[in-house]
Nanobody, 119 residues
Framework: VQLQASGGGLVQAGGSLRLSCATS????????MRWYRQAPGKQRELVAT???????NYADSVKGRFTISRDNAKNSVYLQMNSLKPEDTAVYYC??????????????WGQGTLVTVSS
């Protein structure tokens, strides 16, 4: 199972970006999917979560600005980021809880995509 994140880049403060993360491999079911971020010199933090039933949760720092969504048919998760601030600069990682053939649920990580917000 692999997660491939994309969509990062350089944007001015107040701008928008949309991150995508596609899951591939032999999968029975993708359960919760998440976006984390890690800024330079800081710990990785949870940004947003979406369940298989489309329930969502957000970090207080991004509420009202970021929207997480998913396409279960494509086993993909997205993060629409609006009104970006310089403090949103970080490497963004996607993460998913995946049921695989033979039983068991495992957590997988994408490789990260860099978002840089200039002031």
């Amino acid at each position: 199972v692999q997660l491939q994140a994309s969509g990062g880049g350089l944007v001015q403060a107040g701008g928008s970006l949309r991150l995508s993360c596609a899951t591939s491999g032999i999968i029975v079911r993708v359960n919760a999917m998440r976006w984390y971020r890690q800024a330079p010199g800081k710990q990785r933090e949870l940004v947003a979560t979406i369940s298989s039933g489309y329930s969502t949760n957000y970090a207080d720092s991004v509420k009202g600005r970021f929207t997480i969504s998913r396409d279960n048919a494509k086993n993909s998760v997205y993060l629409q980021m609006n009104s970006l601030k310089p403090e949103d600069t970080a490497v963004y990682y996607c993460n998913a809880d995946v049921d695989i053939p033979g039983g068991g649920q495992y957590m997988y990580w994408g490789q990260g995509t860099l978002v840089t917000v200039s002031s």
